[in-house]
């Protein structure tokens, strides 16, 4: 029985440590995302050589977009509503070229002409939060670019596929009103969900529960075999 529950102890005290430590990342991760969105806006510069530097930081900057390689970010939900997120190169007055995430828009608009009045034309300002690729998940299906369809962020793809000169960032677009409505920018993720105080609960709870119980059995053998004993001697 010891055998048994000293290792069971053990490995469920290192889960929940290691939940522990998961939830003190994801609180720090959240705070610094916050931080850093709050900042006062830059422009955005010609070259963003530091991106860590710049991560999740307001930038403004002033051109027209090219709304004839529009590219689909699929699987993006807004407010339990599916759809996609529209990602649009974006030409600046010194003729670099930055991908631009417009934001979210619902599956029967991903047709530009559902959305006309959205699609602005000339000359405008902009501001968002700069963003960079994402690692995907073991469970992220693959980006499709002959349909252009893309279910993560591949930058090095996804500039390709614009026909631009490749880039490691683009800019999520901030909360302004689009005509139309759509797309509804502000999509960025600056709270990464974190459930890991019942993670850390559960692991621990079961811990405890496991060291009581092996205690419990252990008096409970005890006390059978001075019974046991007791009862040979008379």
């Known amino acids: 029985m010891i055998f048994v529950a000293i290792p069971g102890i053990l490995i469920l005290l290192a889960l929940g440590s290691w939940q522990v430590q998961r939830m003190m990342w994801k609180n720090d ?6 931080a850093r969105a709050q900042s006062e806006a830059i422009a955005l ?17 002033e051109g027209q977009f090219q709304h004839e390689k529009e590219l689909f970010l699929a699987a993006r939900s807004y407010r339990s509503n599916p759809g996609y997120q529209v990602i649009t190169p974006f030409e600046r007055t010194d003729g670099t070229v930055i991908l631009v995430n417009r934001g979210w828009i619902p599956l029967d608009r991903r047709d530009p002409a559902s959305r006309a009045e959205g699609q ?24 499709v670019p ?4 893309w279910y993560w962020l591949d930058m090095p793809s996804l500039s390709a596929q614009a026909g631009i000169a490749a880039r490691d960032y683009l800019v999520d677009a901030g909360p302004a009103t689009n005509p139309g409505g759509y797309p509804i920018g502000g999509q960025t993720i600056l709270e990464l969900r974190n459930s ?3 993670y850390v609960v559960t692991w621990f709870a079961f811990a405890l529960t496991l060291g009581v119980i092996t205690i419990l059995m252990l008096r409970g053998a005890r006390r059978r075999a001075q019974q046991s004993g007791a009862d040979t001697d008379s």
């Open 196 to 198: 890991h105080v019942q």
């Open 29 to 34: 991760t959240n705070a610094f995302r916050q």
């Open 120 to 143: 602005i034309e000339g000359m405008v300002r902009i501001e968002g939060l700069l963003n960079t690729s994402v690692e995907p998940g073991w469970m992220t299906p693959d980006n």
């Open 45 to 61: 510069p010609a070259d963003v050589e530091d991106i860590d530097a710049m991560l999740f930081r307001p930038v403004w900057l």
């Open 146 to 149: 002959d349909e252009n369809f």
